[in-house]
């Protein structure tokens, strides 16, 4: 969601959040950026702070990464205004809505934005790119990746240009540790596997994993057999079953009302799946379809 965009909210904003769970495996850009630069995170809190006119600050970071919550703990001495969350390990706890419950006990209304509730959530990398435009003058042309996963030789987190590609990316890391890995762009839970690897890194590219096929298993999917395990793990409470069900026959009224549209993407309906189904694809073809319409 673009940033310029959540500063001109005209909602009454009292606190801002930074979002450092970092829930998605494999993925540790944040972790390192927490602990190498913590005063640029929070610089960049406290200028988005300050715009907004929020009366304070959270940096929320997971107890999986205690080296990042120290140097936190140590830097927020300097910021009256701001403080270093602690949140237990948890998935999707990086989802925005999720994080503002857990920091906050705040729960975002379906379709609604977090300015409903006198929240903004921004990550890690926005937070220092605005340090470095107000202090440094400097534009965003380049973001922290993570290359990582089995079917990588040397994992890495590099700061790379926007722009490089896939192929560039895992070529810097000594290449594939095994013939033909999966090969995901962005986190192993809510990334999409590419083929094309020419394809470039984003602004939103978080990361690159390797898999093996093994650990992947996901070119063959089956029927559901009805199992409700895509329902038990829902963060959401919804039925995903019954919602992809409803979007592959073209049936989208029915899915909205299913809950299409308070899906949150984690994937972890998907990852659960014995069927190995693509539920997240299809949940997100149903959501563009759904957002077409009502554009209509």
Not at 28 to 35: A, C, H, I, K, Y
Request: charged letters at 20%; one cysteine or more; a positive charge.
């Amino acid at each position: 969601f673009p940033t310029h965009i959540k500063l001109a909210t005209k909602d009454k904003i009292d606190t801002v959040i930074v979002n450092g769970a970092e829930c998605e495996p494999y993925i540790t850009v944040d972790d390192r950026l927490m602990q190498e630069s913590a005063e640029k995170v929070f610089r960049g809190l406290d200028i988005v702070r300050r715009v907004l006119g929020a009366e304070r600050g959270f940096i929320a970071c997971e107890i999986n990464k205690p080296a990042a919550l120290k140097r936190l703990r140590e830097v927020a001495a300097g910021f009256p205004a701001i403080s270093a969350q602690a949140l237990d390990t948890r998935y999707p706890h990086g989802a925005e809505k999720h994080l503002i419950k857990a920091v906050l006990n705040r729960e975002v209304p379906i379709r609604a934005l977090p300015g409903s509730v006198g929240v903004i959530v921004n990550n890690v990398q926005t937070v220092c790119a605005i340090a470095d435009a107000v202090d440094l003058g400097r534009v965003l042309h380049s973001r922290v990746i993570t290359v990582s996963g089995h079917g990588i030789t040397t994992p890495k987190n590099l700061r790379i240009p926007l722009g490089t590609s896939v192929s560039d990316a895992i070529a810097f890391c000594d290449g594939e540790s095994v013939p033909e890995p999966a090969v995901i762009v962005g986190g192993p839970m809510t990334g999409m596997r590419v083929t094309d690897f020419t394809i470039p890194v984003g602004k939103s590219t978080s990361g690159i994993v390797l898999l093996t096929e093994e650990e992947y298993g996901g070119s063959l999917h089956m029927a559901c057999i009805r199992c409700g395990k895509c329902v038990e793990v829902c963060p959401m409470y919804l039925p995903p079953n019954r919602i992809t069900a409803y979007v592959n026959n073209d049936m989208i009224e029915e899915a909205v009302g299913a809950g299409l549209d308070a899906c949150i993407l984690c994937g972890a309906c998907q990852f659960v799946c014995p069927s190995k189904r693509p539920l997240l694809e299809w949940i997100n073809h149903g959501k563009a379809v759904s957002a077409a319409k009502r554009r209509r």
